[in-house]
């Protein structure tokens, strides 16, 4: 306060505070005038507010006024009631509480978010690479005849991993849209739910002479899906919304490269129930042969390695049935202002959830309602908001490079076993020799190239940025499946394994990492779990497309019981097919915007003065005024006769 300001007696005070706005705008104790940006001007008046705030100088007030604030110190010690509580208009409480979140120091609030989201996706990835060595083993114990030979057919091998990208895209769509709805919180952990029970059912099925085991294992397969399904939108989501805006790529890219961690998990719990059972199964020298001790062992085998899929998710399930509602969802889709703010505090401080006083929240929450600039959910303005072409071209982006970047990722994964034959980790003279090979060798691909690519994105995406990484990715992946496709035939068996080490780098040092982070950013939040389950979608279509067109394709004109490149004369036109994919990936990832080091607010056109900026929301409930052109009014009225002081 300057020094030269004058003394002002109670009358005084009361008389500069006469003005059109009802009492409620009294009781706070500072004065906001809007700006666009953070640089924010707090018009403080000279006189005590403590004067005219008490009860017995200005009893008509009808606000309530901060309660549980301290006094002094406050540069230390942040107290959400002396910070936020005072402010009436609800929008720059809003923006306050936010920049809080943004602006914090990487804590251990932010290593528990990663690591609960984390755990599911190791969850998902362990789920859905383990099925690549139970095919094989179903084989073994159910497909015991004169025709398969203990070889599970193709089309029920097809079936089986195609299940799972089904029930994934309705489960993307489903829980995305509903987290818009009912919340993120009421969600999460929902889906691990549908996870656990659906992985524990696949492991005790057995089939009968009414339903066949490729039935019971598609059906189950499916819920699980969905459940996998629903924890691609949730996660990203809630770790976008907590996370601090330096580190949010590196965060939301943490939580995704625990797929890495998934796969490699997958072939070390393969490799040790292999070990495990290895006297029974040296007695099998074949598929066809495994019986008896050999078959009951192999029966074993494949639900221990479905059922561990379990043990994640049950330990981190109680973390995600408690985390907090994100602010954002709070502040934005529910409007309860007084909630969201007091959650910010909790969160910043390490706890689950604030716990406002609940007559204080419902008085605020109806203030604040009407007055808060951010439009609401509904469908008319879902559409009116993708109808401008600013916010469509970006969903359509993020929608587009996820379609064709799933197609090549899932369509490579038909090379595993050329791949695997070249560096002499396939077949051999027993069946423990066959999938010792087959989990040593599928290790040796997930740690050469897919792991190094993952955390390579962990720990540039925030200073390369996630648009040059994509773009990137998808010229280098057109490049490769281009030699790949053209030279295939000429290619010796190590050249061949060194492109396809490259190949999974560049996918996830690339678009398989960034497709999941962007849609994760760029959307507002009343709409950012639907867009992001709806883009994560379109790259399971893509996945879906992968394994049921170009599966069969590359088999054109075989020969039966061919093996080796014999087995798929028509890979190398399937590498050029995924050339142009990746082509087109390139020319859709233009769409995106750079989200690098820009918080979600400036990203959903919130922010005035940015390329992004929906006028829409300055204009937002033009009646509802009161918040801020009576602060011009109880301003001027203050200035005229006593002047402010700046408060930066």
Known sequence: MSAASPAFTPEQQYKALQGPLDSAFFSSQVLIHQTPRQDIVVDKPVFNTSVFCHRDNLDTMSAPAAAATTSGGNAAFHNFNNDFAHIQDPNERRRLALAEIDKAPF???????????????????????????????????????????????????????????????????????????????RMYGLELIIIIFATLAQALSSPSPAISIVGLIIFWRVLMGIGIGGDYPLSSVITSEFATTKWRGAMMNAVFAMQGIGQFTAAIIALIVTAG??????????????????????????????????????????????IPETPRYTFDVARDVEKAGNDVDAYMKGKSEGHPDEIRRVTTMVQSSA???????????????????????????????????DVAYYGLSLNNSIILSAIGYSGGSSMYEVFYKTAVGNLILVCAGAIPGYWVSVATIDTLGRKPIQIMGFAVLTILFIVIGFAYNKLSGHALLALYVLAQFFFNFGPNSTTFVVPGECFPTRYRSTSHGFSAASGKVGAIIAQVVFGPLRTRGAVAGATGRAASPWLNHVMEIFALFMLCGLFTSFLIPETKRKTLEELAGEVPGTPNYDPRHGAHNTEQKNYRTGSDDISDNVEAGAGTEKVV
Not at 146 to 153: D, F, R, V
Not at 298 to 316: E, L, S, T, Y
């Open 277 to 322: 059972f290895k006297e029974s199964l040296l007695t099998g020298s074949k598929a066809s042969t495994c019986q008896g001790v050999c078959q009951l062992a192999v029966d074993k085998m494949w639900r221990v390695i479905i059922g561990f899929g379990a043990v994640p998710g049950c330990i981190a399930l109680y973390y995600r049935l408690t």
């Open 107 to 185: 804590g251990w609030y932010h290593v528990r978010a990663c690591v609960v989201a984390g755990i599911g996706f190791f969850t998902d990835s362990y789920d859905i690479f383990a099925i690549n060595f139970v095919t094989a083993m179903l084989g073994v114990v159910f497909f015991q005849n004169k025709k398969s030979k203990g070889t599970i057919p193709t089309t029920a091998d097809t079936a089986i991993k195609v299940a799972t990208s089904g029930g994934t895209v309705i489960g993307q769509l489903g829980f995305g849209y509903l987290a818009d709805v009912v919340g993120r919180k």
């Open 371 to 405: 007055a808060l600039e951010i439009p609401k959910a509904s469908f008319k303005d879902f559409c009116h908001h993708y109808g401008q072409w600013k916010y469509g071209k970006v969903l359509l982006g993020t929608a587009g490079s996820w379609f064709f970047l």
